[in-house]
């Protein structure tokens, strides 16, 4: 879709993209039906595959034994140095690594399921039938949790009755109801995971060997979740919980929007197309047609037309604008700057201070622009690593820093707005809409990947909103916040100087 | 039934299918010809809704393959290149998990899967694992599994490929049946005698486009011209060929024989006879040259090669 047709659409890209999230995440009842089809006969034929059934029977009844041994051992040793805390300590870590052997089968399962069935050519005869892609997709993600999950229960199960049978140990209820999520939201991170990877590979031997990028966090997790356990904070477990949920969420949804007919079809082979991805860059960035490349107007026409379709990321922008303000005021408010601190926010102060960076004001417009630039491209690269989250945290971080300043301002007495109207909005008022231009850009590019445009395959749609972001960037964005650099170092120390009387 | 018009597919920026416009009657059975690789599988995959094209649009049994592509796959049975079978199930199993999809009761599906395997020359064989069929065999659960929610239509891609010839004829003719039953039919295949003998029309893809259309004989005459005949004479020809041109087109001559084209052999071949004889030739033997589909494939194919 050209930038120009969508200008006319009364529901925006990004507003399809939300309302197709919100759908596409609310499965029916005949969804889960047509799902259970699926799992049923999945986990019938995991039952029938021997490498999956001995390990997780195994992992279900030896492993907690072992681990029972070793936990009884344990208690023993420890007993005699008076160290029982050790023991109290690594006993529910014992507990949370039976629970998580038998559970990272899922993601043999889900390799298997997914990217196997592909590779054995039965994927395609499921996708004539009027089975639609959620319904594949949940059945199939079912069918990988559900054998593991068991296992994984019942390791737990055996291996709690043994310890209370052996070292009259039994965890606390909120310590059982933590493990049994972690263990749980853990298969599914797992799973969703898998499917990502499923459907970008064409085989289960290069699935496997991306599935190291699922494995290693995984086991840093654990080694988290270790320390976390030794040091007896269950409570800051209940925000490790939050955490997992929120990644799993993610991840189900963008396994949800690309596991889809297209990409599963389409992709035969699995290779790096640099020229092609280029083409999709380029023809987007420049807005080259048919007819040739656009002139110069046209072409802010079509950057201007792409603003239309960053409504809902330009109001989350604002949302965090507003959050990161209010965040910063509050934090303010818990840690108070020491009274010498304070001491330098009065007025006469500030004054003085400003007459010293005069022989700096040279070289200060391309340091505040280099400085500005930096961010923006720091939040683009790591948005797309974290699916924005970190693009919005560090869009809050200025605005929360100026949040904090002024409360520090109030409480040292002096009058916050005349800080904002004087240090803030000289340049504020140009420099904010290019961050939240670019940043609402940048967060529409990063969320592509959660949820594709209908119409596009994941890399095309990923492609263009990066074209987007980078046009909006370079043709709107930069050219505002060199404006807003010269404003801020020779309008606002101005402004500030008479705000201040100096 | 099946109408497609301007369809296309692009992967990328590979082209596998544009421009493709084509009609299928209810009851017809078109016989989609090409050289791997020309698009046959993509078109087939769109027209069952499991690809959305790029290009242009199409409708199935009354629905558009993008807007209804639910619709299309429950009123649709296909085949696929592969049959693609969970090789741990038995025969039964797998058709009840098939059939359950399209929403159909167990009994139903066990009385017709058994009615098929029967029909297929497999009796009984749905109680083994599908690990233990033969090739052809694992093809013919494919096709019953295409056929077991009765769909009025049919994508069926190479439904005889790997098996043998008993088998391969059995699946034939219970395409015809099917053909007979007015079902619409597309069937994609590299076996030319098998398109020529169950087709009611032919279409010639390559390169993501069809290059020939329409029954047996029309493509035989659009591509390969008139009627061409042979005929043997008793001894050495001497420039009485010369005196042949105003009744036929001479294309080749030989010491006592001439390959000749008329555009109504019924007529021409008469008159030939009765002039050869006049001049005191003898003939030997008189035959239309079999001009057979594989001629005609692969005069489009090399036609079009360097297009």
Same mark, same amino acid.
């Given at each position: ?87 109290? /300590? ?109 459907? /970008? ?92 490349? &656009? ?17 809902? &990321? ?56 280099? /400085? ?25 971080? %200025? ?28 340049? $504020? ?36 909103? $990066? ?11 930069? %050219? ?13 120390? /101005? ?8 | ?10 992967? @990328? ?93 167990? @009994? ?68 015809? =049946? ?69 009744? #036929?087109?001479? =294309?080749?001559?030989? =010491? ?44 489009? #194919? ?6």
């Amino acid at each position: 879709m050209e930038s120009g047709d969508s200008c006319c659409s009364p529901v925006s890209d990004s507003e399809l993209i939300i309302m197709t999230a919100i759908t596409t995440l609310l499965p029916r009842k005949n969804d889960w039906q047509m799902a259970f089809i699926v799992t049923r006969r999945e986990v019938r034929d995991a039952f029938r595959d021997w490498r999956i059934i001995i390990p997780i029977f195994l992992l279900t009844l030896a492993f907690p034994a072992l681990m029972n041994f070793t936990a009884g051992r344990m208690v023993g040793f420890v007993e005699e140095y008076g160290a029982d805390i050790i023991a109290n /300590q690594l006993i529910p870590f014992l507990l949370l690594v039976v629970g998580f052997f038998p559970m990272s089968f899922s993601l043999v399962i889900a390799l298997e399921t997914f990217v196997g069935e592909k590779e054995r050519k039965s994927l395609e005869p499921l996708l004539a039938t009027p089975l639609t892609n959620m319904q594949l997709y949940m059945g199939k993600m079912m069918a990988s949790l559900v054998p593991p999950l068991l296992a994984s229960y019942a390791g737990m199960t055996v291996y709690l009755i043994a310890l209370k049978l052996s070292v009259d140990w039994s965890p606390t209820w909120q310590l059982f109801v933590q493990t049994l999520l972690i263990t749980t939201i853990q298969g599914f991170i797992m799973v969703a995971g898998a499917v990502i990877i499923s459907s /970008q590979t064409t085989s289960v031997r290069a699935a496997n060997l991306l599935a190291s990028f699922i494995i290693i966090p995984m086991a840093l997790l654990i080694q988290f979740e270790a320390v976390a356990m030794f040091w007896g904070n269950h409570s800051g477990l209940w925000w490790l919980i939050f955490g997992l949920v929120l990644t799993a969420l993610v991840l189900m949804r963008m396994g949800t929007a690309i596991f889809n007919r297209e990409e599963l079809l389409g992709r035969d082979i699995d290779q790096i197309r640099l020229g092609w991805m280029w083409q999709q860059f380029w023809t987007r960035f420049s807005g080259k047609s048919e007819t040739g490349y &656009p002139n110069p107007v046209a072409w802010y026409r079509q950057t201007f037309a792409i603003l239309g379709q960053l409504r809902v &990321p330009i109001v989350i922008m604002i949302l965090a604008l507003i959050g990161g303000a209010a965040a910063g005021v509050i934090v303010g408010r818990m840690y108070v700057l020491p009274a010498g601190f304070q001491a330098e926010l009065r007025g006469d102060n500030i004054v003085r201070n400003l007459e010293q960076l005069e022989m700096l004001v040279g070289a200060l417009p391309y340091v505040i622009l280099a /400085q500005n630039v930096r961010v923006l491209l720091l939040m683009a690269l790591l948005g797309v690593f974290t699916f924005g989250v970190l693009s919005i945290l560090i869009f809050m971080l %200025p605005i929360g820093l100026i949040g904090y300043i002024a409360a520090q301002f109030a409480l040292a007495g002096q009058n916050p707005y005349t800080f904002l109207l004087g240090a803030i909005l000289p340049h $504020a008022v140009i420099e904010i809409p290019a961050l939240l231009i670019a940043a609402a850009a940048a967060l529409r590019w990063h969320i592509t990947v959660i949820s594709p445009p209908p119409d596009r395959t994941l890399s095309e749609g990923f492609l263009i909103a $990066a074209a987007d972001f980078v046009r909006l960037l370079l043709g709107v964005a930069v %050219p505002l916040l060199v404006i807003s650099a010269f404003v801020e170092a020779y309008v606002t120390p /101005q402004a500030l100087l008479h705000m201040y009387g100096g | 039934m099946i109408e497609a018009v301007g369809l296309g597919k692009t992967f @990328d920026e590979f082209t596998a299918v544009y421009d493709l416009s084509l009609s299928v009657q209810a009851g017809e059975l078109l016989a989609l010809l090409g050289p791997n690789g020309a698009g046959k599988t993509t078109t087939v995959r769109m027209l069952g809704a499991i690809l959305r094209p790029t290009t242009g649009h199409a409708r199935v049994n009354g629905h558009d393959v993008v807007l209804e592509a639910d619709k299309i796959r429950h009123s649709m049975g296909m085949l696929t290149e592969q049959p693609g079978l969970y090789l741990r199930m038995s025969g039964l199993e797998y058709l009840v998990f098939y059939g359950r999809l399209y929403g159909l009761s167990d @009994d139903l599906i066990k009385k017709r899967a058994i009615n098929l395997f029967e029909r297929f020359n497999m009796p009984g064989a749905y109680t083994r694992r599908l690990g233990e069929y033969s090739k052809g065999m694992r093809q013919k659960v494919g096709l019953i599994r295409a056929m077991l929610h009765d769909p009025a239509v049919l994508l069926l891609d190479e439904p005889t490929s790997a098996m043998d010839p008993h088998s391969a004829k059995l699946v034939r003719d219970a395409i015809r =049946e099917l053909r007979d039953d007015k079902r619409t039919i597309i069937l994609c295949t590299h076996n030319l005698p098998e398109a020529e003998s169950l087709s009611d029309r032919i279409a010639i893809i390559k390169r993501g486009t069809i290059v020939a259309e329409g029954t047996a004989i029309e493509l035989k005459q659009q591509l390969l011209g008139q009627p061409q005949i042979e005929l043997q004479v008793d001894r050495y020809l001497n420039g009485e060929v010369e005196d042949l041109s105003d009744l #036929v087109t001479v =294309e080749w001559v030989g =010491e006592n024989t001439i390959r000749y084209r008329t555009p109504d052999p019924t007529v021409t071949n008469p008159q030939l006879v009765r002039h050869l004889t006049g001049l005191g030739l003898g003939v030997v033997s008189l035959y239309e040259v079999t001009q057979s589909l594989e001629d005609v494939y692969l005069h489009v #194919v090399e036609e079009t090669k360097d297009v």
